[in-house]
């Protein structure tokens, strides 16, 4: 496999204070002009999104909800007469979830990151206030402020301080020592993947940090875990809790009405009554266990889509780390700088960058995290052109290949040696 080794070779692009100077002024123009342009169109699209994203999961649950009914019946009917079970409604099931979970990948992605990044509060709208969003996932608001917009924005790819790259888990560099642990981290990014969700909740009580720093890893895990313990108890209480014991009781319900129950039946203990009732609390059982399947897979669609979309726009081939010591004298030109050679892009049309939360402009949301993303395809030919005048690499690509990159990265790096991504910044002057 070919390698390209950054180790002890300065960063590409400008070199000197007053190329770098240029480089950031250049930047600092694309980034003043787009946000004066914030208006009208702008609010009227993330209302509008708002309600794509409520609507999509009114629409995913009832479907859900009446699929796990029917099937509850159903079921309980077919037991009742000897399992002459009706057929399972796969595709009412199916179509539920999936547009259960097309309202989470737009929540977190396109509404809920972004505007907890603060790029609506210009609307003074409280539904769009970043602080005080309370979005679709097990993480707590204010640990992604901390560790994502705060530590990762400000630090990006920086050696030791943004635990992002590599979450703290997976070895991405030859820079990481390497331990027979990483033999595992390919089967383990899969599984994480799958849970990602619920890795992210856990993200800032930094447990990696346990190995190296017990006693204030420790304290930090005892400070914290009181807040990350609400937000994801909160989340299952919903998810896997409110709405499977909803769709049990009104499955119950259903096939009592079907059969001529009512709740003096269901309430006695007389045998005719018992026997009249187990097929109820089978109905209640299947009710509850279909809405608890069809939630727990639109959470993996979820997981599964950010994990990629997030991945593609970190770990792929072409991305630089940077010594912690440099960012202590960095000036805005550095700080641009990082952000770009840190970062990569996705190509596709408008629903596939609006389905990325435009993530897939990742230089660009890193460039301007506050700029309302729906704007950063129009900025992107600007920064490619300032990109390409200072011989800076722009890094862009499909997603398929960009996902490939990321996989091969995880998985030579589960071995000793690797690639060296260490790269010093420019002097300062």
């Known amino acids: 496999m070919p390698q390209s080794i950054h180790k002890h070779a300065q960063a590409p692009g400008p070199s000197t204070p007053e190329a770098l100077d240029a480089f950031a002024r250049e930047l600092d123009a694309i980034r003043g002009a787009a946000m004066a342009q914030r208006g009208a169109e702008d609010a009227r699209y993330i209302v509008r999104l708002l309600w794509v994203i409520r609507g999509l999961e009114a629409a995913g649950r009832l479907v859900?909800?009446?699929?796990?009914?029917?099937?509850?019946?159903?079921?309980?009917?077919?037991?009742?007469?000897?399992?002459?079970?009706?057929?399972?409604?796969?595709?009412?099931?199916?179509?539920?979830?999936?547009?259960?979970?097309?309202?989470?990948?737009?929540?977190?992605?396109?509404?809920?990151?972004?505007?907890?990044?603060?790029?609506?509060?210009?609307?003074?709208?409280?539904?769009?206030?970043?602080?005080?969003?309370?979005?679709?996932?097990?993480?707590?608001?204010?640990?992604?402020?901390?560790?994502?917009?705060?530590?990762?924005?400000?630090?990006?790819?920086?050696?030791?301080?943004?635990?992002?790259?590599?979450?703290?888990?997976?070895?991405?560099?030859?820079?990481?020592?390497?331990?027979?642990?990483?033999?595992?981290?390919?089967?383990?990014?899969?599984?994480?993947?799958?849970?990602?969700?619920?890795?992210?909740?856990?993200?800032?009580?930094?447990?990696?940090?346990?190995?190296?720093?017990?006693?204030?890893?420790?304290?930090?895990?005892?400070?914290?875990?009181?807040?990350?313990?609400?937000?994801?108890?909160?989340?299952?209480?919903?998810?896997?809790?409110?709405?499977p014991l909803l769709a049990g009781a009104l499955g119950a319900l259903a096939f009592a009405l079907r059969s001529g129950l009512d709740a003096t039946d269901l309430g006695t203990a007389a045998p005719t009554a018992q026997a009249a009732t187990q097929p109820a609390v089978l109905a209640?059982?299947?009710?509850?266990?279909?809405?608890?399947?069809?939630?727990?897979?639109?959470?993996?669609?979820?997981?599964?889509?950010?994990?990629?979309?997030?991945?593609?726009?970190?770990?792929?081939?072409?991305?630089?780390?940077?010594?912690?010591?440099a960012v202590a004298t960095e000036h805005r030109g550095h700080w641009y700088l990082r952000q770009i050679l840190g970062s990569s892009n996705l190509r596709g049309g408008w629903l596939f960058h609006v389905m990325t939360g435009n993530l897939s402009h990742q230089i660009e949301h890193h460039l301007f995290p506050d700029l309302p993303a729906r704007r950063y395809a129009e900025v992107a030919p600007a920064v490619r052109a300032v990109c390409l005048r200072h011989g800076v690499p722009y890094n862009s690509g499909s997603l398929t290949w960009q996902f490939f990159t990321v996989v091969r990265r995880i998985v030579r790096h589960s071995f000793p040696g690797g690639e060296h991504l260490l790269t010093p910044l420019p002097r300062a002057g």
């Open 64 to 243: 859900l909800l009446l699929a796990a009914i029917f099937w509850a019946v159903g079921w309980a009917a077919g037991w009742a007469s000897g399992w002459t079970l009706a057929p399972a409604p796969w595709l009412a099931v199916l179509a539920g979830t999936v547009l259960l979970g097309l309202s989470k990948c737009l929540q977190n992605m396109e509404f809920g990151h972004n505007v907890m990044h603060g790029q609506y509060e210009w609307m003074n709208d409280p539904r769009f206030e970043g602080k005080s969003h309370e979005w679709d996932s097990a993480c707590a608001k204010e640990d992604w402020r901390d560790f994502h917009n705060h530590m990762h924005h400000h630090y990006t790819n920086v050696a030791g301080v943004d635990r992002d790259f590599g979450y703290g888990m997976l070895r991405l560099s030859a820079d990481t020592p390497w331990e027979p642990r990483h033999l595992i981290q390919a089967p383990y990014a899969a599984l994480v993947a799958l849970l990602f969700e619920w890795a992210i909740a856990i993200h800032n009580l930094e447990f990696e940090r346990l190995r190296t720093d017990r006693t204030a890893t420790q304290a930090r895990i005892q400070a914290l875990w009181p807040r990350a313990r609400a937000k994801m108890a909160m989340q299952l209480r919903r998810d896997f809790l409110a709405w």
């Open 284 to 325: 209640f059982g299947a009710a509850f266990l279909a809405m608890l399947a069809g939630n727990a897979l639109a959470g993996v669609i979820r997981n599964l889509w950010t994990f990629v979309v997030i991945f593609c726009g970190h770990f792929t081939d072409g991305v630089h780390l940077f010594p912690a010591d």
